[in-house]
Structure formats: structure tokens, C-alpha cells
């Protein structure tokens, strides 16, 4: 893996490049990229050992500083933020291969996650939900690298990406390339650099994005649900796997009702509040200037439970879910 500055829709030779043609001279290399910066702006984002959530911050966090998560008002750790950069372009060689051939590869962790905050719910009339509609919501679609510890849920179980910086001339044109960045573990690509240098150490990729997000969680919490086994140090897989199913619930019904692709909605891990005893839950909102995606984000959090499928017909011209524990 490798990324690259953006690079230019049309490359044009300098004036030294046709004289040199004219001349027969070796052609001086034409320079293919747009910019020096093959990243975004760095920044850093960090999650509460107590409910889960996550927090970005724009700047690297200082152990002088306080930092609270803003949902549970638990004290984050400092050295727990990881540096994440969003990667502008990447490099490829245009050659199909199988992934055994690869010098390295493995499972990587992708996910979308939601900056934490604060939120206030509305209670809806006549049933159990209670719901928050932001009009700003900043996402992170992260991808952490491959697992390197077998505890998932250390951030520090996860390699990264760590990468040597140089530049690479191709013999055609021939076009060069700045500030290329390669994966450590790329050494056939690493050896064609020149000018190498140490690039990023361990960080990971994140692409940020602003959008719209819709909030849901249960206004009173039924007996026999587990709320405390969604997120944070008592989470338990099976609990938190019933509650992104319920959250799926919603998706599909909201892409039924708005009849659009349930794959147009992203799903946020729900969270749970370590001091409180509502879940929450939280759904991405992409837009697009023809149409509204809608990401339902949710901390609401459902652990073991079904769906009851009578519950699924329309009633009253209408199509409802009803969730009830087992």
C-alpha cells in the first residue's frame, strides 16, 4: 500500500524538456503530482474506556490538559488518542493479482464512528422511542490496520500504518512522482524511491465527514435488557450484536418508508452511557445534491432480543418494528 499527492489530469513538459528533445539529451524527468502532501491535516481521536464513545481532537492532547468524555463525563486518557491522517490519494500499478502474492496482507479493521456528544431526546408520543435529530454530526470512517494483539478492543492491538517518504522517477516521460509515501511492509516499491526518508509511524487512515445524524434510544427501559453490556468494560459480544440487529431493524423500515437502499444508511456502534440509563444510538446522514441519504445513528443499545414478526406487517397503512426482549 502506498499513497501519493493528487495527481495532474494533463502533465506537460517544461521548456528544458523540449530542448532537451531537440538536442537528443536525456530528458529531464516532468513533474506528475498536484501539491506536496499526500495527507489531510492530522488529527487525533481518542475512545472512553467507560461507555465507548469517541472524541476528536484537532490537536495532539497534552497529559496537562483535562480532557472529559462528553457523554459520560469520565477523564480520558491522554496517550490513548491515535494520530489519524486522511490519505488524498493512493498508489497502484494497474496489476491484477491474487492477495497470497502480496508481500503482506491480512484482515485490516475498517468502521464508521460518530464524534461523541452530548445529546437531548425527545420522547415520541404514544410508544417508547425517544429520538434526536443533529443537524451536524462528524463521522470517521477509520481503517486501524491489521490486528497485531488478539484483544480487540485495545486500541493498541492494531498495528497502524507506518511508511517511508521519498520520490520515484518513471521511465516514461519520464514523470516524477514527490513525496510518495509506502507501506514499510512494500519493500520491492520501497527499493524504487530515492531520497528515502522515515514518513508517518503508526497512524491511522480516517476519512472525516460532516453530515446529519438521527439519535434514537427506548424513553423507559424494558425489563430483562442488559443496557450495561452494550458498550464500555462490561460489554458483552452477544448484547452488543442484538443491539446493532435492532438498529438494523430501523434502517430497513426508514429505507422501505423512504424507499432508497438500506446500504445508503451507515450504522454507528451504539453506546451506552456508564452513568446513566438510556442507550444511545446514532445514524449518518449522507447528502448528495440529488437526493438525502439518510445514516441512522443510534446509542440506543438492545441486548437479546428479537423481532417479533407480526410486528412487521403494516398496520394502518404503515410499516412498524416492535422489539421484545427474550
Known amino acids: 500500500m502506498g499513497f501519493t499527492p493528487v495527481l495532474k489530469d494533463t502533465i506537460e513538459p517544461t521548456g528544458d524538456w523540449y530542448q532537451a528533445l531537440r538536442?537528443?539529451?536525456r530528458l529531464p524527468p516532468v513533474d506528475g503530482v498536484m501539491g506536496l502532501e499526500a495527507f489531510g491535516q492530522p488529527f487525533w481521536i481518542g475512545r472512553c474506556r467507560c461507555c465507548g464513545s469517541w472524541r476528536r481532537e484537532d490537536a495532539e492532547p497534552t497529559v496537562d490538559v483535562l480532557l472529559e468524555c462528553r457523554i459520560c463525563r469520565a477523564v480520558l486518557d491522554q496517550t490513548g488518542f491515535k494520530r489519524?491522517?486522511?490519505?488524498?490519494?493512493?498508489r497502484t500499478d494497474f496489476v491484477a493479482k491474487a492477495s497470497q502474492d502480496s508481500e503482506h496482507f491480512g484482515a485490516r479493521f475498517r468502521a464508521v464512528q460518530a464524534d461523541g456528544t452530548?445529546?437531548?431526546?425527545?420522547v415520541q408520543r404514544g410508544s417508547n422511542l425517544a429520538y434526536h435529530h443533529a443537524a451536524v454530526l462528524r463521522t470517521f470512517r477509520i481503517n486501524r490496520g491489521r490486528a497485531v494483539q488478539a484483544d480487540p478492543d485495545d486500541l493498541a492491538s492494531y498495528a497502524g500504518f507506518s511508511t517511508e517518504l521519498g520520490e520515484e522517477i518513471?521511465?516514461?516521460?519520464?514523470?516524477?512522482?514527490?513525496t510518495?509515501?509506502?507501506d514499510i511492509d512494500q519493500k520491492s516499491a520501497i527499493q524504487r524511491l530515492v531520497s528515502k526518508s522515515p514518513g508517518e509511524d503508526a497512524i491511522w487512515l480516517a476519512a472525516p465527514k460532516t453530515t446529519e445524524g438521527l439519535y434514537i434510544a427506548p424513553a423507559a427501559v424494558p425489563v430483562g435488557l442488559r443496557l450495561t453490556s452494550v458498550s464500555g468494560p462490561t460489554a458483552v459480544t452477544s448484547v452488543r450484536?442484538?443491539?446493532l440487529s435492532a438498529t438494523f431493524l430501523f434502517v430497513d423500515k426508514a429505507s422501505l418508508e423512504l424507499d432508497i437502499d438500506p446500504d445508503e444508511f451507515d450504522v454507528i456502534e451504539p453506546v451506552v452511557p456508564a452513568a446513566g440509563p438510556r442507550r444511545r444510538a446514532a445514524f449518518a446522514n449522507?447528502?448528495?445534491?440529488?437526493?438525502?441519504?439518510w445514516i441512522l445513528s443510534s446509542a440506543v443499545r438492545i441486548p437479546r432480543c428479537r423481532a417479533d414478526a407480526s410486528s412487521l406487517r403494516p398496520r394502518n397503512g404503515r410499516h412498524r418494528a416492535k422489539v421484545v426482549p427474550t
Open 241 to 243: 450484536a442484538a443491539a
Open 23 to 25: 538536442t537528443r539529451q
Open 84 to 90: 489519524c491522517r486522511e490519505p488524498l490519494a493512493y
Open 170 to 178: 518513471h521511465r516514461t516521460g519520464p514523470i516524477l512522482l514527490r
Open 180 to 182: 510518495q509515501h509506502i
Open 286 to 293: 449522507r447528502r448528495s445534491p440529488r437526493e438525502r441519504r
Open 118 to 122: 452530548e445529546v437531548s431526546l425527545t
